[in-house]
T-cell receptor
Framework: KAGVTQTPRYLIKTRGQQVTLSCSPISGHRSVSWYQQTPGQGLQFLFEYFSETQRNKGNFPGRFSGRQFSNSRSEMNVSTLELGDSALYLC????????????FGDGTRLSIL | ELKVEQNPLFLSMQEGKNYTIYCNYSTTSDRLYWYRQDPGKSLESLFVLLSNGAVKQEGRLMASLDTKARLSTLHITAAVHDLSATYFCAVCHSGAGSYQLTFGKGTKLSVIP
């Protein structure tokens, strides 16, 4: 059974650009969450999607957005990139909303120059 | 706002020794997770603790949960080098159709031969 797949693995952007990251959950998993990991702030919750609906959102500015498709795949978008957006972005999926442990992908490492 | 505190943040221990990592959280929660992260890798689920008094063991690691004290512990028995990694606890809070994990800062464990 394939795990959570995130693409791309690495990305380099410059300030002001926008970026879209993709996440394919484990087959059958309907809940997808996104997290930002930085050395200073640690792991911070971005948002959670279930059945194409955003159910919860963390304390991030509106530049951070996401969506989920009918096949449960999810994308997150960051517009007007800032240096502080450099981070590892992790996607996690679980079988159902509020269900058993979230399974994490390998992440997308985003570097802003 | 839910706060999760782990201590210690850094732990250097000799092989064969025992030690405990602590995870305190500020509000009541449905469940608590422990994850492991190796450098440059994603998060691997270790334990899910669902109720007061829950104890789970896997190899040299044992996790417990005291919901009244809002405390979880991860005990390491007779440490070996392969256990070197960063360990995170994460507290789940769900409600009103949402589901969110709040992570501790992580404990970086180095096991020295």
């Amino acid at each position: 059974k394939a795990g959570v797949t995130q693409t791309p693995r690495y990305l380099i952007k410059t300030r002001g650009q926008q970026v879209t990251l993709s996440c394919s959950p484990i087959s059958g998993h309907r809940s997808v969450s996104w997290y930002q990991q930085t050395p200073g702030q640690g792991l911070q919750f971005l948002f959670e999607y279930f059945s194409e609906t955003q159910r919860n959102k963390g304390n991030f500015p509106g530049r951070f957005s996401g969506r989920q498709f009918s096949n449960s795949r999810s994308e997150m978008n960051v517009s007007t990139l800032e240096l502080g957006d450099s981070a590892l972005y992790l996607c996690a999926s679980s079988l159902e909303q509020g269900g058993q442990p979230q399974h994490f992908g390998d992440g997308t490492r985003l570097s802003i120059l | 706002e839910l706060k999760v505190e782990q201590n210690p943040l850094f732990l250097s221990m000799q092989e064969g020794k025992n030690y405990t990592i602590y995870c305190n959280y500020s509000t009541t929660s449905d469940r608590l997770y422990w994850y492991r992260q190796d450098p440059g890798k994603s998060l691997e689920s270790l334990f899910v603790l669902l109720s007061n008094g829950a104890v789970k063991q896997e190899g040299r690691l044992m996790a417990s949960l005291d919901t009244k004290a809002r405390l979880s512990t991860l005990h390491i028995t007779a440490a070996v080098h392969d256990l070197s990694a960063t360990y995170f606890c994460a507290v789940c809070h769900s409600g009103a159709g949402s589901y969110q994990l709040t992570f501790g800062k992580g404990t970086k464990l180095s096991v020295i031969p």
